[in-house]
Structure formats: C-alpha cells, structure tokens
T-cell receptor, first 121, second 109 residues
Framework: GAVVSQHPSRVICKSGTSVKIECRSLDFQATTMFWYRQFPKQSLMLMATSNEGSKATYEQGVEKDKFLINHASLTLSTLTVTSAHPEDSSFYIC?????????????????FGSGTRLTVV | DAKTTQPPSMDCAEGRAANLPCNHSTISGNEYVYWYRQIHSQGPQYIIHGLKNNETNEMASLIITEDRKSSTLILPHATLRDTAVYYCIVRERAQKLVFGQGTRLTINP
C-alpha cells in the first residue's frame, strides 16, 4: 500500500525557535495533505488541509501564522511551527490523500505518517 | 464535531473476539463507516470500511445494522498487539477525517 514518510520522529527545541516537520508520499501523488495535532490521552485534532499548489485551509482556532504549511509539490508537504512555546509540545501527524486511489475505491487514498513528537523546552 | 459515539474503554482476553460498538445515528446515505486504530505514539492505521453491507478483511469484520445507525468492529482472535485506541468515523468518501475520542481497547493475557 501507499506509504507516507514523516520526519523527524522526535524533536526537542528551545522556546522561541521554529521547527519544520516534513511529510513525503512515496509511490503516489498526495493531492491533499491533512495535518493533525494530538495531545496526551486525547484524540487527533485536525489543524489544516492543504492542496498541492494552494494555500492551506485552517480549522477554526488554529493560527495560520504560527503553523505554516507548504504543499509545493505532489509528494512533499511541510509544517513549520514558528516561535514555538512549551504549549506547542504535542504529537503532530500528517495524512496524505490520493484522489486517484479514492476513485477506484481503495481506502489507501488516506495514508498517515508515523508522527512527530515535538517537545519545546 | 465527530458524528459517532463509542465507549471510552474496553477489555478483552487474548484469543477471544473483541467486539467494538459504534453509534452513528445521524449518518446520511452517502456516508461510509470507517474504522482506524492507533497504537501508542504511532499514526493511525486503516482497518476496514463499509457503506451498507457487512465487510470482512484479513484484519477484522464490520457489521453494520440494517438502519445503518450503528456498527460493530469485530477482531476475531485478539492478540496483545491489538491493544490500541480504535476510532469509528463516518464520512463521505472524499471528505476529511474527523476523529472522535475512540475506544481504548486493552487485550489482556
């Protein structure tokens, strides 16, 4: 099946610095990328949706200037947490969607990365 | 907002069938029922999905009631590696995935 490679898997940064998280779709074209955030013992919360070549659509309450999303190619999307603070410490997960696969009925149209554990100190 | 209701936690003995219920009383005709699971500190993993008919694959079976207002995910022979949080999601095929709180399933030896 389709694979999404996400890295880094873990990152520790100092408060005030920026961190970039990358997600790459392997062997398929990710027409849409979803970014989620998950706090301990909570469910995944959708942060934003990005289509290749377009600006991301952010969910209500998510600061677009703080969480910069770039989806410049069909295989790469990045999330940059700018001016990180301890409250941004969380598990960040990407999900890629390939509409071609969806059209054929294969659910692998939605594939998740393995997640990035961000700790801001 | 998630459109499903699941029990927060369940336990099951290793080797037995694990039956995870999900209520989705407001499901519309175009919406599918999807099940994902998340093992600790990993990304969610697709399990199975269905529209009206019961479905079975190598991982699990999905039983959808005739009125489609509820469903049950069945893991026929649970193992310790099946310990995870299981999410039931209803959506139209191309919609984004919105996760509810899920069911934390613990498989006991």
């Amino acid at each position: 099946g389709a694979v999404v490679s996400q890295h880094p898997s873990r990152v520790i940064c100092k408060s005030g610095t920026s961190v970039k998280i990358e997600c790459r779709s392997l062997d398929f074209q990710a027409t849409t990328m979803f970014w989620y955030r998950q706090f301990p013992k909570q469910s995944l919360m959708l942060m934003a949706t990005s289509n290749e070549g377009s600006k991301a659509t952010y969910e209500q309450g998510v600061e677009k200037d703080k969480f910069l999303i770039n989806h410049a190619s069909l295989t790469l999307s990045t999330l940059t947490v700018t001016s990180a603070h301890p409250e941004d410490s969380s598990f960040y997960i990407c999900s890629a969607r390939d509409l071609m696969i969806l059209a054929t009925g294969d659910n692998y149209g939605y594939t998740f990365g393995s997640g990035t554990r961000l700790t801001v100190v | 907002d998630a459109k499903t209701t699941q029990p927060p936690s369940m336990d099951c003995a290793e080797g037995r069938a694990a039956n995870l219920p999900c209520n989705h009383s407001t499901i519309s005709g175009n919406e599918y029922v999807y099940w994902y699971r998340q093992i600790h500190s990993q990304g969610p993993q697709y399990i199975i999905h269905g529209l009206k008919n019961n479905e079975t694959n190598e991982m699990a079976s999905l039983i959808i009631t005739e009125d489609r207002k509820s469903s049950t995910l069945i893991l026929p022979h649970a193992t310790l590696r099946d310990t995870a949080v299981y999410y039931c999601i209803v959506r139209e095929r191309a919609q984004k995935l919105v996760f509810g709180q899920g069911t934390r399933l613990t498989i006991n030896p």
